[in-house]
């Protein structure tokens, strides 16, 4: 089966051929990089020793994902993540209240984060 042509890497300048389009490897990892340079590192969001213990302990008073996606299916799975349902985006007095926690399973915690952030593909919500 005839396959199609590589077509030029979407970073301006850099001219790599690439399978199926978008951005060659080189200039995906030159983003990410960026990307997480401004992100600033985990514990400077928040993710602390306290918030490690209150995680922890909030699964153990949640031990199945909440999910929607679970709910909807009657789905029983493991929570391994605490997720803020609202994105808390720096605000502190969000990202501490309980109300706005909810157990999760990795991979139903990376779909819903994926879909508000942009990830794979998806626009960012606002």
């Not at 389009?21 to 020793?49: I, L, W």
């Not at 490690?52 to 699964?59: G, H, V, W």
């Amino acid at each position: 089966m005839p396959r199609k042509p590589k077509s030029p890497c979407n970073s301006p300048g850099c001219g790599a051929l690439v399978e199926g389009g978008g951005h060659c490897p080189a200039c995906r990892r030159k983003y990410q990089q960026r990307q997480d340079k401004e992100r600033g590192t985990a514990h400077q969001r928040g993710y602390t020793v306290r918030w490690r213990r209150a995680s922890k302990r909030f699964l153990r008073e949640h031990p199945l994902c909440e999910c929607d996606e679970c709910r909807r299916l009657n789905r029983i799975r493991a929570s391994t993540v605490v997720d803020h349902k609202i994105p808390h985006r720096g605000d502190y007095d969000l990202f501490w209240d309980e109300t706005n926690w909810q157990a999760m399973a990795k991979d139903c915690h990376d779909r819903k984060t994926a879909r508000e952030d942009g990830g794979f593909g998806n626009r960012t919500r606002a």
